[in-house]
């Protein structure tokens, strides 16, 4: 067999050592697992930047509240298609509607429990949100960190072979060594492979959900102030 074949891709890869194929396994699962989590949080988040958008719009127009929670509720009800921020919307209108049914059935209003109340299920529906748009956020980040010391770990394993088979040579050579080199350094490529796309795509997405949650806290507080004119 000539060194060309020797060192092509596949025939390193199957001429590895039990323990770096392992590894190589490993990671290109890793790898596949994370570029499934990748495209499901870019569609994810593109989605909920459209749907905050779309509700914005319809907040800001100047439409009924009573009208636009109405259909908020008839939305998820319906197709389960309300976007983030609606259901926040939704989640506080609520509470404004129960607690202002509760005190009028008392006779006495008492405006900053009702407001207490709605922002307290606007904060929990906001965390909710939140803990659904971090989903698989830590796996990517474990992915980018830890990948490349493993592939590291099937290298370094891999020249330790390669250097112990060289006991067995009379005379070594750069001929002799490079296979077991290059077959280690393969687990070490394959590491960077799994590592380089989860590190971008965990500081990109991180860096949106950060900015939505900024656009729905801050949602919280104006809709917080207008429910507040309200039962004044």
């Known amino acids: 067999m000539s060194v060309t074949q020797d060192l092509s891709f596949i025939s390193l890869i199957s001429n590895a050592s039990l323990l770096v ?6 990671l290109l699962l890793v790898s ?11 569609f994810a988040i593109k989605s909920a ?23 908020a509720t008839s939305n998820r009800r319906r197709n389960g298609n309300s976007g983030a921020l609606e259901r926040i919307f939704e989640s506080g209108m609520g509470e404004f509607i129960k607690g202002k049914a509760i005190f009028a059935g008392k006779g006495q209003v008492d405006p900053g429990s009702m ?8 904060r929990a529906a906001y965390q909710r949100e939140m803990d659904a748009l ?3 956020l830590a796996f990517l980040a474990s992915v980018g960190s830890v990948s490349p010391y493993v592939g590291l770990f099937g290298t370094v394993w891999g020249i330790m072979n390669a250097f112990r088979g060289l006991a067995n040579v009379q005379q070594a050579t750069l001929a002799s060594v ?10 070490t ?4 492979f799994a590592a380089i796309p989860a590190v971008v795509a965990y500081n990109r997405y991180s ?13 919280i507080e104006e809709f917080s102030n207008i429910l507040q004119r309200q039962v004044r």
């Open 21 to 26: 194929q392992l590894v190589m396994a490993l």
């Open 115 to 122: 407001i207490d109340g709605a922002r307290r299920a606007m």
């Open 49 to 71: 930047q459209t749907q905050t958008e779309e509700f914005e719009r319809a907040f800001w127009s100047g439409g009924n509240l009573n009208a636009l929670f109405e259909e």
């Open 207 to 219: 860096h949106d959900i950060d900015r939505l949650a900024i656009r729905f806290e801050s949602f």
């Open 178 to 187: 490079a296979p077991g080199i290059a077959e280690a350094l393969i687990a």
């Open 189 to 192: 490529a394959i590491g960077l």
């Open 32 to 42: 596949i697992m994370s570029w499934t989590y990748i495209f499901r949080k870019m």
């Open 134 to 136: 971090e989903s698989h």
